[in-house]
């Protein structure tokens, strides 16, 4: 993370909590207390008004509010509804995405509607079967490579447990038989291939843009799977 996207981070942070200590800011960035003194003080050059209060943490100035941003609660309970459904079906690495987004949302709510959300959170419950269960954090990282055209680089376990190394140019993520699966243009094999993000044991965007010219349309290749969207 940038030191950009990280100040927003913390003013957000502070933002969508009553109190906020520099060891929760530095635990939640992976960085030093140094740092998040500095980060602290150069928000407040910036016009931020953070205050401190000892034994409690940092905080901003009571009624001040960053985002022009409004949701209503039952927007909010629908995205608190949503968490459920991404820890269903995504992996790691979206579920922490989208819990960060919820941290930004909740920092523009009053404090009665964080109430309520909490209210609500702690009533909601969702039982997931083992087969939805995804102990893996690709899907950001192919997200990526699908947007920015570039390769992709994985070692890969198919059926038979035989373990391969790959370097696919991905054309898009596909949902089906309870799991997400890869589709691009494998380099070894020459042809497009369909990969279970499951069965891929590491993963490396090497930002080397794609060889191939062009790709079909993943609506193309959706035609030859057995099932119809």
Do not use: W
């Given at each position: 993370m940038n030191r950009i996207d990280r100040l927003f981070g913390i003013s957000t942070l502070l933002q969508s909590n009553k109190f906020t200590s520099a060891e929760k800011i530095a635990e939640k960035f992976g960085i030093s207390l140094r740092t998040v003194y500095r980060d602290l003080k150069s928000l407040n050059e910036q016009g931020l008004p953070i205050c401190y209060e000892p034994q409690k943490g940092y905080h901003l100035v009571n009624g001040y509010f960053l985002p022009p941003v409004a949701f209503n609660l039952e927007e909010a309970n629908a995205l608190l509804l949503m968490e459920h459904i991404i820890n269903a079906f995504s992996d790691k690495s979206i579920q922490k995405n989208y819990q960060s987004a919820l941290v930004k949302i909740k920092s523009?709510?009053?404090?009665t509607q964080k109430d309520k959300i909490e209210l609500l959170a702690g009533n909601m419950y969702f039982q997931l079967p083992d087969r939805l269960t995804?102990?893996?954090?690709?899907?950001s990282i192919i997200?990526?490579?699908i947007s920015n055209k570039?390769?992709?680089e994985f070692e890969y376990k198919d059926a038979k447990e035989l373990l391969s190394k790959r370097k696919i140019e991905a054309i898009g993520l596909i949902f089906y038989a309870f799991g997400w699966h890869l589709i691009g243009w494998c380099q070894l094999r020459k042809d497009y291939r369909d990969f279970k993000v499951s069965r891929i044991v590491k993963i490396k965007d090497l930002e080397i843009?794609?060889?191939?010219?062009?790709?079909?349309?993943?609506?193309?290749?959706?035609?030859?799977?057995?099932v119809t969207y």
């Open positions: 523009v709510l009053k404090q995804n102990d893996y954090e690709f899907l997200q990526t490579a570039s390769i992709l843009p794609f060889a191939k010219e062009s790709h079909i349309p993943l609506t193309d290749y959706l035609k030859q799977l057995p």
